[in-house]
């Protein structure tokens, strides 16, 4: 499980994670918290549905949503960085999408998940679309935001 | 499911909730934004799992903190205040336990878990011992603390 060898690599790394989580909703915190020992290598996760929440705590510009939306690589850039600055900790990753079925468009449609890993020195940020329904595209979205924070530790 | 009532019930009061997570790690939330238009209710977690975190998000005190421990309903009470603040919620449900395999004692065995929902007027707090293993220490405690939650609605 991808969750477990994340924690395994960040482990052997000495290294800690924090998280901004958007339409996973918790989903990562909750799988990397449920490997026994996780509190080594997991000290926070700010699960921010509401735009306030993420200026607010993650330190998102409001002119970046503004510009951009909250489900855009430049949102998702500031809340990662703003979870690694807020859990002090080596690696930050942010999730944020449209896990539906509500909440889409042309644009932006349903499963549209925006990602970023930030390491403290380079960022790798991408957008992918996660087809099915709103439980296929929170789990989709979390093990795939955890594969891009694998290759990272 | 309790997770959908609270919804349904948070959803018909017109009142938000916000969470605070230490042993749950994410699972209150994750369950709560499984339900399609959860931004409605919901706008908020704070899964804090390191004291540091508690104390720097949720304005637990480090007294309290060294007084009763991290699992205490007096830190749960506090953690409940500070995730109502930080959501500006109707209210907050925090949740502090040990879902183990380590960190048991004699006096704070694995399972315990202190729950507290605050509503801006009054307090509920309970502690409660869970058997199982990890999974399924996370799994009861965050159904009991969402049952809390809805008397509370």
């Known amino acids: 499980m991808i969750a477990e060898e994340v924690s395994r690599k960040l482990r052997a790394s000495g290294k800690t994670v924090a998280l901004a989580e958007s339409c996973t909703g918790g989903l990562i915190a909750s799988l990397l918290t449920d490997i026994p020992g996780?509190?080594?290598?997991?000290?926070?996760?700010?699960?921010?549905?509401?735009?306030?929440?993420?200026?607010?705590?993650?330190?998102?510009?409001?002119?970046?949503?503004?510009?951009?939306?909250?489900?855009?690589?430049?949102?998702?850039?500031?809340?990662?960085?703003?979870?690694?600055?807020?859990?002090?900790?080596?690696?930050?990753?942010?999730?944020?999408?449209?896990?539906?079925?509500?909440?889409?468009?042309?644009?932006?449609?349903?499963?549209?998940?925006?990602?970023?890993?930030?390491?403290?020195?380079?960022?790798?940020?991408g957008s992918k679309l996660f087809p099915g329904d709103r439980h296929a595209v929170k789990r989709a979205a979390s093990e795939h935001a955890l594969s891009m924070l694998m290759s990272r530790i």
């Not at 949102?75 to 930050?92: C, H, I, P, W």
């Open 38 to 125: 996780s509190s080594d290598i997991f000290q926070l996760s700010l699960v921010t549905y509401s735009d306030r929440s993420k200026v607010e705590l993650l330190g998102v510009k409001q002119g970046t949503l503004d510009r951009h939306g909250a489900v855009s690589e430049a949102v998702a850039s500031e809340m990662a960085a703003g979870a690694r600055k807020a859990g002090r900790a080596d690696l930050g990753l942010a999730v944020t999408g449209i896990a539906g079925p509500g909440g889409g468009s042309l644009q932006k449609p349903v499963g549209l998940v925006c990602i970023c890993v930030d390491d403290g020195r380079v960022q790798v940020t």
